[in-house]
């Protein structure tokens, strides 16, 4: 295990649709699966997408902290789950605005709109298959990072631009925005 560098917003790595993992690249994720919770978590994130440490394979791993969960139905604590080619298939038209973070775009945070309750599917690390229905912190944690292997970054979700911003001046202004934790809340 070791923690890699995570690339940043401007490498052509993330702006490119990631390879699904198929029999020709399944080996991979025997050292790239631990590295990447490595890498997560010595950049104090809740979430890391494969291509965020220049892989581009549809693989992602994401936690839910008791601290972020609001334990509505769907977004109760989670621990570490990896998901290998995963599929969102949002549960209702509902879409709420959150604030998010990334790894890729440090020191930043922008308001983005999410689905509140989704349906997501793929296998875990073992190549089990896995179905679950998410809400809340637990929904927009799976969409960012699923977004990052479809080669979109959160600012580009963003309906208005005013609302992203660095976290040190949002946290010392006079302008209100609703961030409390300086800590990325997605990814990230």
Known sequence: MAVRNIIKMGNPVLAAC???IDSST???LVGLLPDMVETMRAAGGVGLAAPQIGRSL???IFEVPEAR???APGDEPRDLQALINPEIEPLDEATELGWEGCLSIPGLRGEVPRFMRI???GLDGEGNRIEREASG???RVVQHEVDHLDGILYPE???DMRRLGFVD???TSAIPAPIDDPEPTDDT
Do not use: G
Request: hydrophobic content about 50%.
């Open 157 to 159: 979700r963003m309906l």
């Open 137 to 139: 912190f637990h929904a």
């Open 18 to 20: 990631a390879a699904p």
């Open 58 to 60: 549809r693989a992602i």
């Open 119 to 121: 349906r997501y599917r």
């Open 169 to 171: 001046e949002m946290l």
């Open 26 to 28: 399944i080996s991979e």
């Open 69 to 71: 969960a609001t334990n």
